[in-house]
């Protein structure tokens, strides 16, 4: 009994059929994913990603990356990332994927840094003239940089003694409000579009104006040997300015009016007299155009200051004259179009305040589609109800135009009888 029980068994597991199954696959296990370096990352910082992963089940892992920005932008599927203004911006999310797969199960991972922003900076900050007397056009000039590519913003302060003068890149004296031994700074700021700022100043200092002598005279002017002699200096006027204005917006028909002012040391010279010239050969402070000159010419007033000992001083004041669009005065297409009209003419006009022939171009569409004819004329077969459009565009020498449309529609042909049959059927019944 021992022995069947035995081969019983035995025959039993010699007889089955069942296999053992195979283990179940493990998915590998990302044990770290990380981006070098982890802070102080800006617009030209070269990005590595490191992943480490483990598989269980020990088959071969095979990682892959991809660095994509906060939009989904791709920018690079290797483990390296190199940064520039032309691929990133500061503030922007960056973010490495890690994918590791052992062949039948991927599994991914992410990491992400920020791009910081880098301050712009200026430099070389400088003042010109190198010599400023009291009546100076002062000029700041610097250099900036941003390694972000950013577009800068740029503002000017200009300080006397500690006092701000002036927002703008240059700063004119007068001898009214400045004097000899003033400091004069400009302090340069530039900022870009993050917060970042930077600053930096030069500054200069007020010389003295050596004093000019207009004239002299001396006193008696027929003296005799036993008579005092006095020589008196007239000095002659400074700080002249001047202005041209016109009666409208600088046409070639305006009245143009130059003005200037100026001023004298000398209490007895105190009332100055002014005198005018324009580059039209014309004088007096006012110039009454005729339309003679073409827009874009330029107009320039000389004005001169003399005090009563005869010293003069003179500057000049320019404009250019503005141009004026030519107009399309009217614009006609005839009314009584139908099938069988062969051609139509618009009948067109323009005009120019400025005293210029404007050229008229042409521009038909026929039922809404546009007609490749470019004259004042078109010829075509028309078809009833359709909508003719002729549009007439006036252009002068300056490239400046303006347009005006006119419209017709194709009317319906009457029908005309050719010619008239008359049948006369006489019927006759017998019966």
Same mark, same amino acid.
């Given at each position: 009994?021992?022995?069947? $029980? ?18 179940? +696959? ?10 070098? &370096? ?5 617009? *030209?910082?070269?990005?590595?990603? /490191? ?19 906060? @939009? ?7 483990? $390296? ?8 911006? &500061? ?20 990491? $992400? ?56 890149? *240059? ?7 400045? =004097?000899? @031994?003033?400091?004069? /700074? ?21 010389? +003295? ?15 005799? *040997? ?17 202005? /041209?204005? *016109?009666?409208?917006?600088? #046409? +070639? ?6 003005? %200037? ?8 010279? %105190? ?32 004005? =001169? ?28 297409? &005839? ?48 078809? #009833? ?8 565009? $006036?252009? @002068? ?10 419209? =017709? ?11 008239? /049959? ?10």
């Amino acid at each position: 009994m021992r022995l069947l $029980s035995t081969f019983g068994v035995v025959g039993l597991i010699a007889c089955s059929g069942d296999k053992p199954e195979p283990a179940a +696959n493990s998915a590998p296990i990302f044990t770290s994913v990380e981006i070098t &370096p982890s802070e102080g990352i800006t617009t *030209s910082t070269d990005l590595l990603c /490191v992943a480490t992963a483990t598989d269980d089940d020990n088959d071969a892992l095979e990682l892959s990356y991809q660095w994509t920005d906060v @939009d989904g932008t791709v920018l690079s599927e290797t483990d $390296s990332l190199t940064l520039s203004p032309e691929n990133t911006t &500061p503030t922007t999310e960056i973010t490495c994927t890690a994918t590791v797969s052992d062949g039948e199960v991927s599994v991914t991972e992410e990491s $992400s840094v920020t791009v910081e922003n880098t301050a712009p900076t200026v430099s070389n900050v400088s003042i010109t003239p190198e010599t400023v007397l009291v009546n100076s056009l002062l000029e700041c000039s610097f250099d900036a940089e941003d390694l972000d590519g950013e577009e800068l913003t740029v503002s000017y302060v200009w300080t006397q003694n500690g006092t701000e003068v002036g927002t703008e890149a *240059s700063l004119q004296l007068d001898a009214e409000n400045f =004097t000899d @031994d003033d400091v004069i /700074v400009c302090t340069v700021t530039v900022e870009d579009g993050y917060e970042g700022t930077a600053s930096d100043s030069a500054e200069v200092v007020i010389g +003295n104006t050596a004093p000019v002598i207009g004239s002299t005279t001396i006193t008696p002017e027929n003296p005799y *040997s036993y008579e005092t002699l006095t020589c008196t200096a007239n000095s002659e006027p400074t700080g002249i300015t001047a202005a /041209v204005t *016109s009666s409208d917006m600088f #046409y +070639n028909d305006s009245t143009l009016t130059c003005a %200037a002012t100026a001023s004298d040391i000398d209490p007895e010279d %105190a009332v100055l007299t002014y005198t005018y010239a324009w580059s039209t050969g014309d004088i007096g402070a006012d110039l009454v155009l005729t339309g003679s000159m073409m827009p874009g010419a330029e107009v320039t007033c000389t004005a =001169t200051a003399t005090d009563g000992s005869g010293a003069a001083i003179s500057v000049d004041a320019m404009e250019t004259l503005m141009n004026r669009a030519p107009t399309v005065d009217s614009v006609t297409l &005839p009314q009584d179009v139908t099938a069988e009209t062969t051609s139509i003419l618009c009948d067109a006009t323009g005009s120019d305040l400025d005293g210029e022939t404007p050229t008229l171009t042409y521009a038909w569409t026929v039922g809404g589609v546009a007609h490749s004819e470019t004259s004042d004329t078109l010829t075509d077969t028309f078809v #009833y109800s359709d909508t003719i459009e002729c549009t007439v565009t $006036s252009a @002068d020498a300056m490239e400046t135009s303006s347009a005006m449309s006119a419209t =017709t529609t194709v009317l319906n042909t009457v029908p005309v009888v050719s010619n008239v /049959v008359i049948l006369l059927i006489l019927i006759h019944l017998l019966r």
